[in-house]
């Protein structure tokens, strides 16, 4: 390397000071902000031509906060080639030059840069199709009921009572298997929800489990419920509103916020063919009201298991014989719903007429 001393590479401070006026007294805002917001490190003798007694090419690296670089990445090439040619026509340095203008980003060490894209998808634990079978059984909409051992009993009766919906509920001290390590069945319960519901008993808070699981639910980002039937929410789950409720109408509650989600849909729809009276009808229809969207194929299941079911077409809450009472009936809520009408025929089936 030659111990030359080079003034352009000493004085490029100076320089790009001048530039920067250059810029602002041109309305030239984007490459204003490239050299005012830069870390400057300058490369000697990048180039070399022995022309007119030597002429000495550096590089000059350009290094630029991250909003910065992104904002520019996109014409990276041709900022690089302007800023070089106007950094070499405002010095009058003898035999040096710049040869080549690299923009790049600074260096950030600790951070989660894949966590802040947005992008990163979550490693969840690897479930069999056997385990999950075991868990949830073989249809159903998987919802992990969250609860402290001295409301065993009342979390068993919601249970039975949402599977009517199409529900399909975790209810730990009932579904462990007991030839399987505890932590690791809930565990595999917890990867394999498609919902979480806190059952906020008074004790609730005072379970290490029952805080696990929930931090569990909110890092995998699934439908959170907090059934109020003590406390108050608390911490992080204190920013979902509280579902007031007593044991006796909280599944019809619980399902109802549940059916805005397609899966649960699904699992309803599912479901209708087992109801086995116009009374379990009429408790199935109690949750119509609060679908907010079906897709063509989700309408079209509904009317056919309706036509094709005796006891939801006796039930008053789906036929909408006692709309006073049980409400105006599915083909109403296919209606508004889909925005075809829906009516009923002479026959008692629903069929649709059109928009």
Not at 166 to 181: L, N, R, Y
Request: hydrophobic letters at 40%; charged letters at 25%; proline letters at 3%.
């Amino acid at each position: 390397m030659s111990e030359q001393q080079f003034e352009l590479s000493k004085n490029i401070e100076h320089y790009l000071a001048i530039l920067s006026k250059v810029y602002a007294k041109e309305g030239e805002r984007q490459k204003l902000d490239i050299i005012v917001n830069s870390q400057i490190r300058v490369h000697e003798e990048w180039d070399y031509d022995n022309w007119d007694g030597g002429m000495y090419g550096h590089a000059l690296f350009i290094t630029l906060p991250e909003a910065v670089y992104l904002n520019a990445v996109g014409q990276r090439k041709e900022l690089q080639s302007e800023i070089k040619a106007d950094i070499n026509k405002i010095h009058n340095v003898p035999h040096e030059f710049i040869a080549d203008v690299f923009l790049e980003t600074e260096k950030l060490e600790d951070r989660d840069w894949r966590r802040e894209s947005g992008a990163l998808q979550s490693r969840q634990r690897a479930i069999t199709a056997a385990t999950r079978q075991r868990i949830w059984g073989d249809e159903g909409y998987r919802v992990f009921l969250s609860h402290k051992a001295e409301v065993k009993k009342q979390a068993a009766e919601l249970k039975e009572s949402v599977h009517l919906f199409g529900a399909s509920c975790f209810v730990a001290h009932q579904d462990i298997h007991p030839t399987k390590e505890w932590q690791e069945e809930i565990e595999n319960a917890l990867s394999s929800m498609d919902a979480f519901v806190a059952l906020l008993t008074e004790k609730f808070h005072e379970s290490f489990w029952t805080d696990q699981e929930v931090g569990y639910a909110l890092a995998r980002g699934v439908p959170i419920i907090a059934v109020k039937v003590g406390i108050d929410p608390y911490g992080f789950i204190g920013k979902f509103q509280a579902l007031s409720s007593t044991w006796d109408d909280a599944p019809e509650k619980v399902v109802s916020l549940l059916m805005t989600e397609p899966r649960m849909v699904d699992a309803y729809i599912a479901a209708l063919p087992r109801c086995a009276s116009f009374g379990q009808g009429n408790t199935l229809s109690h949750v119509l009201p609060s679908i907010r969207e079906l897709t063509d194929a989700q309408a079209e299941r509904l009317m056919s298991t309706f036509n094709q079911d005796p006891q939801l077409q006796g039930s008053y809450g789906f036929n909408g014989k006692w709309a006073s009472k049980f409400g105006d009936g599915l083909a109403a809520h296919l209606s508004r719903l889909t925005g075809q009408q829906y009516v009923m025929t002479e026959s008692g089936e629903i069929a649709r007429t059109g928009r």
